[in-house]
C-alpha cells in the first residue's frame, strides 16, 4: 500500500503559476509510474500529466507547454510545476502512483 500527500494547491489568478508535490510513503519500492489527474466541478476525473520511473514525462493536450512534471526518486515526491493557469485549470488535483490515489488539492483560477 503506497500512501500519497498533495501539497501546494491554493488561489491564484489567470496567468499565475502554482507548484504542486506528493509525497509517497509505504510500499514505495511498487512505484513506477507517478501522476496527476484533475475533477472540475460537475466534471469527470482527468489525467494531467505522468512521469515513468525513468523521468519520461507525457501530458495532456490541455496542458502541454504549461505544465512540467518531475520527480525524484530518491525523495518519493512528485511535482507538478503549472504556469500560465487559466481559468478552466480550476480542480482538485489528485496525485497517483499504482492504484493509490492522494486525497486532492485544490487549484482555483481567477479571472
Known amino acids: 500500500q503506497v500512501q500519497l500527500v498533495e501539497s501546494g494547491g491554493g488561489l491564484v489568478q489567470a496567468g499565475g503559476s502554482l507548484r504542486l508535490s506528493c509525497a509517497a510513503s509505504?510500499?514505495?519500492?511498487?512505484?513506477?509510474?507517478m501522476g496527476w489527474y484533475r475533477q472540475a466541478p460537475g466534471k469527470q476525473r482527468a489525467w494531467v500529466a505522468s512521469?515513468?520511473?525513468?523521468?519520461?514525462?507525457n501530458y495532456a493536450d490541455s496542458v502541454k507547454g504549461r505544465f512540467t512534471i518531475s520527480r525524484s526518486n530518491a525523495m518519493n515526491t512528485v511535482w507538478l510545476q503549472m504556469n500560465s493557469l487559466k481559468p478552466e485549470d480550476t480542480a482538485v488535483y489528485y496525485c497517483?502512483?499504482?492504484?493509490?490515489w492522494g486525497q486532492g488539492t485544490q487549484v482555483t483560477v481567477s479571472s
Open positions: 497517483t502512483a499504482g492504484n493509490s
Open positions: 512521469i515513468t520511473s525513468g523521468g519520461r514525462p
Open positions: 509505504g510500499s514505495i519500492f511498487s512505484i513506477n509510474a
